[in-house]
Each structure stands twice: as C-alpha cells, then as structure tokens.
C-alpha cells in the first residue's frame, strides 16, 4: 500500500464509524436536514484535509466534533450574530421542579411525552447548554472527550450539563402537567 | 476507607455516578448511600430515567445512506486530486 492508500485507510477505519454521531449532532446544531448534511460532509472534507493532525490513540469523535462545531460557527452563525453570552455559566437557574416532592419521583410521566415535544424542549436551552446535553446525555460521551469537542474545562462540563437537566427537566414536567399526564405537587 | 456519604455528597456526586465516572471507592460509597436513603434512592432513579429516555428517544437518526455515498465520492475525489 502506498502512503495516500494507508491515510485513507486509517481515516476510514476511524472516522466513518462516526458518521451516524457526527448527522445527529449537526441535526441538532442546524435544526434542519438539508442544512446538516452539508455541515456533515463540509465537517468530512475538513477532518480528511487535516488527518495528518489527529494524533493517533486520542478520541477520533472528539477531534471530529470539534471541527463540525467550529465548521457550524463559521457558517451559520456568522449571519445572525447573537449576543455573547459572557456571564452564561454564572446565570443562576431556578427551575420549580424537585423531583423529590412530585407525584410521580421516578419520572414515569417521561415516557408519556412524544419525541417531538422532548425534541421541543432541547430547543429551547441556549446552545451552550443544549450542546453538552447532546453529547453527554443523547450521545453518552465522557466529560473528557466532551470538554476535547466543545473546548472547555471538564468542569464548565459539568456545570453546565448538570444546569441542562434541571431546565430540560423542569420544562417537561410542566409539560407533563398541563398535558395532565401527572398531577401537580401540592404546594407544602 | 472511603468516609460515607451524606445526602448532600451523594446528590452532588450523583451525575458523575450515573456517568460511570466517579472511582471504583467513591462509586461505592455514593451506592451504599443509595441503598440506604430513600430519598436519595428515587432522586437517583428519576435522574436515571431521564437520561435513559432522552438517550433512547433522540437517538434514533442515522447518517441517510446517500449523504454516505456522497461523502465516499467526494473523498474519492480527494484522492484523485490531492
């Protein structure tokens, strides 16, 4: 085998494995199909033009997924400039929900919710916490290759997963509720 | 000779436990906590069952197989070219 066949080889063996990953996380960077597949295949010819630069024995989808992120900002957001979001990790949220006082404490209520509405829900976290919510709890990637995509310390990770959840999960027992899949807590 | 775990440890620690990602004495602890705390017990299951149902339910796409043709081509492509 010649040195372009060998490249092509260990890029294929690496990274293609990850294509069903790298479409469901532009999925939900873009919002829309037509869109994802072409941050998809941009992201593919990027990490193929830069393979030299993956050091081997490190995580291939952290790597892979940093370059759909950065790809993801380059096109999309460079259009629609929202504002920056400086003090997000400081924000304190207070969401209703204790799960510890509902009628339903092992979240029964979540399987009564469609995919659309859960979908729905994941929509309306600020990226940077929808982010992290797709890797860690769609995707089940450890913090540290999490932290490797996203160009963050492990502990804004956490940070910011644990701050997803409460709002994810805040916004789908209120959902629950006025569906009238559960009851409303008594208020103690 | 890990110290127990109080509600508060265990709560705190509790999304780096459903992770797998707490050390096999830490790990431990935070269960025995959970074996033995109610409260704990449930706030444990109902943060289980969320990131079970939000990984089974969004989880459900795949790469659509043209788009899969599409990219082999263009790296192909590369090939030719580069």
């Known amino acids: 085998m010649d040195a372009a066949t ?16 790298l479409y469901r996380v532009a ?26 630069r993956f050091q081997p024995g490190t995580s291939a989808r952290a790597w892979l997924l940093a370059i759909l992120r ?33 009628s339903d404490p092992e979240g029964e209520f979540f399987d009564k919710i469609v995919d659309e509405r859960i979908l729905q829900g994941l929509d309306t976290l600020a990226p940077e916490f929808r982010e992290v919510m797709v890797l860690s709890d769609v995707e089940g990637l450890p913090y540290a290759e999490i932290a490797q995509a ?14 997803a959840r409460k709002l994810m999960q ?19 | 000779m890990t110290a127990q775990v109080d509600c508060e440890r265990a709560l705190a620690l509790l999304v780096d436990f459903l992770k797998h990602e707490l ?3 830490v ?9 033995a705390c109610r409260p704990c017990e449930q706030h ?26 599409q990219i082999l081509n263009a790296l192909n492509h590369e090939d030719l070219s580069g």
């Open chain 1, 70 to 102: 950065n790809t993801f900002i380059n096109l999309y957001r460079r259009e629609k400039r929202e504002p920056v979001a400086t003090d997000l990790d400081q924000i304190e949220t207070h969401p209703q929900y204790r799960p510890s006082d509902a």
């Open chain 2, 27 to 35: 790990a431990t602890a935070v269960e025995q906590h959970l074996e």
């Open chain 1, 27 to 52: 999925l939900r960077y873009t919002g829309e199909p037509a869109k994802a597949e072409d941050l998809v295949q941009d992201t593919m010819l990027k990490a193929y033009r830069a393979w030299e």
């Open chain 2, 44 to 69: 444990a299951r109902f943060e289980a069952k969320f990131v079970l149902v939000i990984s089974q339910r969004l989880r459900e796409e795949s790469c659509p197989a043209r788009l899969r043709a």
């Open chain 2, 23 to 25: 050390p096999a004495d």
């Open chain 1, 170 to 188: 805040a916004n789908l027992y209120n959902h629950a509720v006025e569906m009238g899949y559960i009851n409303p807590r008594s208020q103690a």
């Open chain 1, 6 to 21: 060998t490249r092509r080889t260990s890029f294929d063996l690496e990274i293609l494995p990850q294509l069903d990953l």
């Open chain 1, 150 to 163: 996203l160009g963050i310390p492990i502990g804004t990770v956490k940070s910011r997963l644990f701050r």
